[in-house]
């Protein structure tokens, strides 16, 4: 049975070999090449960080960011701002964050519907951008 068990595990402890032929061509491999010159790869853990510290990474930058700017502010008295303003404010943040929503789930539909590779990669751009954008404004900001 231990026999077994060390048998199925080997697999796990395979190097990864990397050489380049003659051609100039560059491979990648579990097995070393019989003649040709080789390294062993050194492969790092996955390094993994949980959202939930993201998150309160991206709040923390906005605090500090936000004191910068109080800081730097021409006026040396604090604003008040009314309710009605601030719900003003949120109002606009919300339709923000609900029109880029809207064009991710458009960039999506244009996904799954089929494309081109040149049309593949401009939609997967666009979808970058805006994830960033929402990300930055909805989710962190």
């Known amino acids: 049975m231990f026999f077994c ?6 697999p796990v402890f395979a190097g990864v070999y990397t050489w380049i032929d003659d051609q100039g061509v560059a491979h990648f491999s579990d097995h070393p090449p019989a003649k040709a010159p080789h390294r062993e790869v050194d492969i790092q853990p996955v390094a993994t960080v949980p959202m939930s510290e993201n998150l309160k990474q991206g709040r923390r930058v906005s605090e500090i960011r936000n004191d910068v700017q109080n800081v730097l502010s021409n006026s040396d008295r604090p604003v008040k701002t009314s309710a009605k303003a601030r719900a003003r404010e ?4 919300e ?9 991710l789930e458009t960039i999506q539909s244009q996904l799954r519907g ?9 939609l997967r751009q666009r979808r970058r951008v805006v994830s ?4 930055r404004e909805c989710i962190l900001g």
Not at 95 to 103: L, P
Not at 132 to 135: A, I, L, P, R
């Open 5 to 10: 068990i060390l048998l199925s595990a080997s």
């Open 90 to 93: 949120r109002a606009k943040h």
């Open 95 to 103: 339709k923000t964050c609900d029109r880029y929503r809207q064009q």
């Open 114 to 122: 089929g494309y081109s590779n040149d049309r593949g990669n401009s």
């Open 132 to 135: 960033q954008k929402m990300s």
